[in-house]
């Protein structure tokens, strides 16, 4: 069956630090991936997403970039947080057009 | 562009009623829909995907429908339990998922 590991749970930084959140999936072939943005007591955002190796497309403008280096990773990067940057980051997968999966999400504060 | 509205935003009911959440959408061009349920500080759970060809889902207390022509579909909880008390999210996907922004359900013991 299809997983996906995020990684870290939590994780607290600084104002103007760099960002690495790493999203890797098991259980299928060429999946397509979502990263997604959840601010307290609002929707989901959707940030990116990939229908492939090096194949990323923005949704909104941001602070935030997104790669996929490999067929089953997914990583959020940022060169400088911003206050605004706080939020629950959801990595997903669907394949085929069905049924999607998401990870369990990291929650990101800046301070 | 897509847009997806729940109604309502908030429900608290005692245990054991059934309820009824709400999910609108405004093109019908979508491949399936799919309920989840988010638990606080945690990933969303899949309950029920409904792919566009078919009209409803089910699964133990739960039964999805899907309206696609009128862009409609609802969640029905049967016999309501504390441990259903979670936010509720309904996503339509063509190419992409477009999430509603939920149903904070309580329900009190």
């Known amino acids: 069956s299809q997983t996906i590991h995020q990684w870290p749970a939590t994780l607290v930084q600084p104002v103007g630090s760099p960002l690495s959140l790493e999203c890797t999936v098991e259980?299928?072939?060429?999946?397509?991936l979502y990263w997604y943005r959840q601010a307290a007591g609002r929707g989901l955002q959707l940030l990116f997403y990939?229908?492939?190796?090096?194949?990323i497309s923005s949704e909104v403008p941001q602070n935030l970039s997104a790669s996929r280096p490999q067929d089953r990773q997914f990583i959020l990067s940022s060169k400088k947080l911003l206050l605004s940057d706080s939020g629950f980051y959801l990595c997903?997968?669907?394949?085929?057009?069905?049924?999607?999966?998401f990870g369990q999400g990291t929650r990101l504060t800046v301070v | 562009k897509q847009e997806v509205t729940q109604i309502p935003a908030a429900l608290s009911v005692p245990e054991g009623e059934n309820l009824v959440l709400n999910c609108s959408f405004t093109?019908?061009?979508?491949?399936?829909l799919q309920w989840f349920r988010q638990d606080p500080g945690k990933g969303l759970t899949s309950l029920l995907l409904?792919?566009?060809?078919?009209r409803e889902q089910t699964s133990g207390r739960l039964n999805a429908s899907l309206d696609k022509s009128s862009g409609r579909s609802t969640l029905y909880i049967a016999a309501s339990q504390p441990g259903d008390s979670a936010t509720y999210l309904c996503?339509?996907?063509?190419?992409?998922?477009?999430f509603g922004s939920g149903t904070k359900l309580n329900v009190k013991p």
């Open positions: 997903a997968l669907e394949a085929d057009n069905t049924e999607a999966f």
């Open positions: 259980g299928t072939s060429n999946p397509n």
């Open positions: 990939s229908v492939g190796i090096g194949q």
């Open positions: 093109d019908s061009a979508i491949y399936n």
């Open positions: 409904i792919q566009s060809s078919q």
């Open positions: 996503a339509v996907q063509r190419n992409k998922f477009y």
